[in-house]
């Protein structure tokens, strides 16, 4: 059989995995997971292990986490069984490949079960060359992980570290699924003989095999280029499909992108396949086949089941063509078509989304009073600013918890007094002669007055000193009467309860980076107006979860205009961008192109249950 033969085969497969992988397998995971985190309670950022730190808990992750392996490592068997088959020229059918790929799991026990699902779940998906799978698509680092990294250049060298090393590990056991599937070897056999099919490869094949995969590495980041979108996910299938299809604009769109990419990526996995095999071809004896020997009980059992799943057939098959049986199926139909439509209604946007300028703007060093001047003459409703107190207890604005990064020094904001710390000069890799200085909190609102651009205020306290900081940024804002244009959050949700409690009326939100379940009415207990979620987060689950609370999100940091789209057709509620330019237009035209849809043109405080907008 030719290429193209396997290629239409595998996607045939690929196509109903990938619906009972979305349709049931991975909403019955997330349920398993969910039902267990609802009762433990939602964590949120660094507190996220606590989730998983009892036995019950860590058991539980434990299974899931392998279940996932286990499911990865079994689609991965029937493709390779696929390939090698039509290279064979073989007759079979699919359903023969699928079920004698259940054999291949029995090289995923022991040992073999833990550094394989290690392999399939995280390196496989980081590097996402090669190999795709359906459970577990892909591992991202956070963006503002790399984002913080690309502002040093010890932090660049440790990005151009890390890909490097994921690369070379991934080429290293490039045929570790070949021989687990073909050769029944287990993962550290495996391991071992993927090292020794380098050495095996004609030079030819040394050289296409590396070709392939960087084919496929620079037709992915081309498309990557112009389709600048963020991809979907697995959460946003399952339950919130339909919603998502129905109602929300930015899911059409990517739904179609998403189709056309697995298309793409599961013919260019067949062909790597099929490369690899083509290169050990009569150096390794590594073939699939139809009869696995399975156990004469297993085999027993197998064929009991196949003879009463055939027997149910047929008995539906009769009763379908009756006509009172249409009829009913006809009547549930139409049922199932009006439930859904009702169910899927959601919540209109809490309020109409709003341009928030991250640490001022990227126009002049982050933080800085020329940055937060910046961020206004661009059309920011808000600046984003991070808060930290000095030794004398003075608000000053600075992100990093040391000096390093931006004043080339050692030593931290808390170490110092504001004095001292006005007399160090900063700058950063796009302004390196800025000269900027470190500006108070103060300083800001003064220079604030008489405008209409508010604050978004991030406390960021060290150890110990959150209560001290939040009096001391209350005790400003109340001074300058700043509480109507001004919003407060933190990851740190405890340094902002002496706001809550001070002043229920302020617009208080809880900044996010990792949460480790999904938003219920347990957010509640947080006593929160709004998310400030990193872009890692953003899905269209959460969004319609966060709209079912009636909380706005905003999402940090986005740098991309095209993505300042997608997540305003999403319904999020703000942007937070270090490009206020990008951002004022991509807003601009989005307004432009919405005129209703919005409950408060121009307000910016959350709908409450009776309606009732909170005045400051």
């Known amino acids: 059989m030719s290429l193209g033969k396997a290629v239409k085969k595998v996607l045939w497969f690929e196509l109903i995995w990938k619906v009972l992988v979305l349709g049931l397998i991975n909403p019955l995971f997330r349920e398993i997971y969910q039902t267990y985190v609802a009762s433990a309670g939602i964590h949120f950022n660094q507190n996220m292990l606590l989730t998983f730190l009892d036995l019950k808990s860590g058991l539980l992750f434990l299974l899931l986490f392998l279940g996932a392996a286990l499911l990865v490592f079994y689609e991965y068997s029937v493709i390779i069984n696929t390939v090698s088959l039509c290279r064979q020229k073989e007759d079979f059918t699919l359903p023969q490949v699928m079920r004698s790929s259940l054999w291949n799991l029995g090289t995923m026990r022991g040992w073999s079960l833990a550094a394989g699902s290690l392999y399939y779940i995280l390196l496989l998906p980081l590097v996402r060359l090669g190999y795709v799978n359906t459970m577990v698509p892909l591992v991202v680092i956070p963006e503002f992980v790399f984002g913080e990294m690309r502002k040093t250049p010890l932090g660049v060298a440790g990005i151009v570290a890390l890909y490097a090393a994921e690369y070379a590990i991934h080429l290293l056991l490039l045929f570790v699924p070949v021989c687990m599937v073909l050769g029944r070897r287990r993962f550290g056999a495996a391991a071992s003989e993927s090292v020794c099919c380098w050495k095996k490869l004609s030079w030819k094949y040394r050289l296409l095999i590396p070709g392939g995969l960087f084919v496929w590495e620079r037709v992915i980041t081309e498309i990557s280029r112009y389709w600048r979108r963020k991809p979907l996910g697995n959460d946003d299938f ?8 129905f109602f929300t604009e930015a899911f059409r769109i990517d739904l179609l992108y998403w189709l056309l990419l697995n298309l793409l990526t599961t013919a260019a996995m067949t062909g790597i396949v099929w ?21 004469r009980d297993g085999g027993t059992l197998l064929e009991i089941a196949e003879r009463r799943w055939s027997a149910a ?3 539906w098959r009769q009763r379908l063509q009756k006509r009172r049986w249409l009829f009913g199926l006809a009547a549930a139909g139409l049922f199932l078509t009006v439930w859904t439509v009702a169910v899927s209604w959601q919540r209109p946007p809490v309020h109409s989304p709003i341009a928030i300028g991250h640490r001022g703007s990227a126009g002049a060093v982050e933080n800085t009073l020329p940055a937060i001047l910046d961020a206004q003459a661009r059309g920011m409703d808000f600046a984003e600013i991070d808060v930290q107190l000095t030794r004398d207890g003075v608000p000053v604005l600075f992100h990093d918890g040391d000096l390093r990064r931006l004043a080339g020094r050692s030593g931290s904001v808390g170490e110092l007094d504001f004095a001292s710390l006005k007399e160090i000069p900063l700058s950063d890799h796009a302004h390196p002669d800025a000269n900027a200085r470190i500006a108070s ?17 991030e406390l960021k306290p060290e150890s110990g000193s959150g209560a001290a900081l939040a009096a001391a940024v209350m005790e400003l804002i109340e001074r300058y009467g700043f509480g109507e244009r001004a919003m407060f959050m933190s990851l740190d949700y405890m340094c902002l309860m002496p706001l809550i409690e001070k002043h229920p009326e302020w617009w208080i939100g809880f900044c996010l980076f990792g949460t480790s379940g999904d938003i219920d009415e347990s957010i509640w207990r947080y006593d929160v107006d709004f998310l400030a979620v990193e872009e890692a987060l953003v ?52 307004n432009a192109l919405h005129p209703t849809g919005v409950i408060q043109e121009g307000k910016w405080f959350p709908i409450q249950e009776d309606g009732e907008i909170p005045v400051s």
């Open 441 to 457: 909190l103060e300083e800001v609102l003064q220079a604030l007055e008489g405008g209409t651009m508010g604050l978004l205020v």
């Open 275 to 295: 490369l690899l095999l083509s290169g050990l071809e009569g150096r390794l004896d590594l073939c699939a086949s139809l009869s696995p020997a399975w156990s």
């Open 313 to 315: 057939r047929s008995r």
């Open 238 to 245: 399952g339950d919130y499909f339909l919603k998502n299809l």
């Open 539 to 590: 899905s269209g689950r959460l969004i319609l979860q966060a709209r079912e609370q009636s909380l706005p999100v905003y999402v940090w940091s986005v740098y991309d205009d095209e993505r300042m789209r997608q997540y305003l057709e999403m319904g999020v509620s703000g942007i937070i961008t270090d490009y206020p330019e990008y951002l004022r237009a991509v807003l601009d035209t989005y």
